[in-house]
């Protein structure tokens, strides 16, 4: 790739220029061929720098003598490198087709009204400090909210969707999909009622539209619609219809973008978001097929229960799909979900 990348026409057109003579990889091919080589020659600059701490740290333990005083030292530093390595052991095992990809993540309140809302924007806030911890990139494509007027002037979120941008951001993310609910004292009752609330959480790749060139839709199976972005408790609402929504009405399958000044490249990103959804949707379609010819059961609505956060009357995080429990529900709330990330990796490669 780096050969190819030095070529003086590399960025040309693929036909040639118009002249006559070389050809080029296009545009869009160079872009990708670019960012490719940027990612693996980043992945290589980790490992080299891996091993340099390494070495590092096997020198320092050579010289250190016993009662000096640097013991703690020297443990904080093989247990910052032993966190580095099981990342990196973590990637190993990522090997779908689309695991090294970046995300669209997308949460919807359920059951519940405000509750529920309020459930998203914890969600919400959940990821994006995970992200942080993984130095992932993201970026919020499409966002609606509830009423304002909540408790500390909180405004819930009925749906929003998030791109998230990293390696292997779809590989550690993908089975976070599911139902999620939380228990709590509700903030917004003046009785200090229990409530219940419920959030679907969907994760979908990033696909290359190679990938989705055998999807073949007709102009008439799509409903597209043009809206006015808004923020916060309907404020902020632009004067032009710039936010679009594309309906796929075989399948219902709904893809929106309003992140874009533009109509035009809100549209594009939203078709980009409905092919991946539909990508998506066909293969799991193909998948309970096979299911069904195997005779394997297909699990009832509640197995779909990814994970429930309980406050009260007792405090505990529980996940169906791996049994990882813990009590500290403030720290997973504040990212650190990676315990049920790390379970499940386990769980796929055991079987």
């Given amino acids: 790739?780096?050969?190819?990348?030095?070529?003086?026409?590399?960025?040309?057109?693929?036909?040639?220029p118009r002249q006559g003579g070389a050809y080029g990889a296009g545009k869009e091919k160079a872009i990708k061929i670019s960012?490719?080589?940027?990612?693996?020659?980043?992945?290589?600059?980790?490992?080299?720098?891996?091993?340099?701490?390494?070495?590092?740290?096997?020198?320092?333990?050579?010289?250190?003598?016993?009662?000096?005083?640097?013991?703690?030292?020297?443990?904080?530093?093989?247990?910052?490198?032993?966190?580095?390595?099981?990342?990196?052991?973590?990637?190993?095992?990522?090997?779908?087709?689309?695991?090294?990809?970046?995300?669209?993540?997308?949460?919807?309140?359920?059951?519940?009204?405000?509750?529920?809302?309020?459930?998203?924007?914890?969600?919400?806030?959940?990821?994006?400090?995970?992200?942080?911890?993984?130095?992932?990139?993201?970026?919020?494509?499409?966002?609606?909210?509830?009423?304002?007027?909540?408790?500390?002037?909180?405004?819930?979120?009925?749906?929003?969707?998030?791109?998230?941008?990293?390696?292997?951001?779809?590989?550690?993310?993908?089975?976070?999909?599911?139902?999620?609910?939380?228990?709590?004292?509700?903030?917004?009752?003046?009785?200090?009622?229990?409530?219940?609330?419920?959030?679907?959480?969907?994760?979908?790749?990033?696909?290359?539209?190679?990938?989705?060139?055998?999807?073949?839709?007709?102009?008439?199976?799509l409903k597209i619609e043009t809206f006015c972005a808004s923020g916060p408790g309907g404020q902020y609402v632009n004067r032009r219809e710039t936010a679009v929504r594309i309906v796929h009405l075989p399948t219902g399958i709904v893809a929106k973008s309003q992140a874009e000044r533009l109509q035009g490249t809100n549209r594009e990103r939203a078709m980009e978001i409905l092919m991946a959804k539909l990508y998506q949707f066909y293969q799991e379609q193909k998948e309970k097929e096979l299911q069904k010819i195997k005779g394997k059961k297909i699990s009832p609505s509640w197995g779909n229960q990814r994970r429930s956060y309980v406050l009260y009357p007792y405090k505990l995080v529980k996940d169906y799909q791996t049994k990882v429990e813990t009590s500290n529900i403030e720290g997973v709330l504040d990212g650190d979900i990676n315990q049920f990330i790390e379970a499940e990796i386990i769980k796929t490669k055991n079987d």
């Fill in 35 to 221: 960012q490719k080589l940027k990612n693996l020659q980043e992945e290589i600059e980790k490992f080299d720098k891996l091993q340099k701490e390494l070495s590092d740290l096997k020198e320092l333990l050579s010289l250190i003598k016993e009662g000096s005083g640097e013991e703690e030292e020297i443990k904080e530093k093989i247990k910052e490198v032993s966190l580095k390595i099981k990342e990196k052991e973590q990637e190993a095992f990522l090997s779908g087709k689309y695991d090294k990809e970046g995300t669209i993540l997308t949460i919807q309140a359920g059951a519940g009204g405000r509750e529920a809302e309020d459930w998203v924007a914890m969600l919400l806030r959940m990821y994006q400090k995970y992200c942080q911890r993984q130095r992932f990139k993201t970026r919020i494509i499409d966002q609606s909210f509830g009423e304002a007027g909540g408790p500390e002037g909180r405004i819930g979120i009925k749906e929003i969707t998030m791109e998230i941008k990293g390696n292997f951001a779809f590989g550690f993310l993908k089975k976070e999909g599911g139902i999620h609910r939380l228990v709590r004292i509700s903030p917004f009752s003046s009785q200090d009622l229990r409530h219940t609330s419920f959030a679907k959480v969907e994760v979908i790749p990033f696909i290359p539209a190679a990938d989705t060139s055998e999807i073949k839709i007709k102009p008439e199976e």
């Fill in 1 to 16: 790739m780096e050969k190819e990348i030095t070529k003086p026409d590399f960025w040309q057109h693929p036909e040639g």
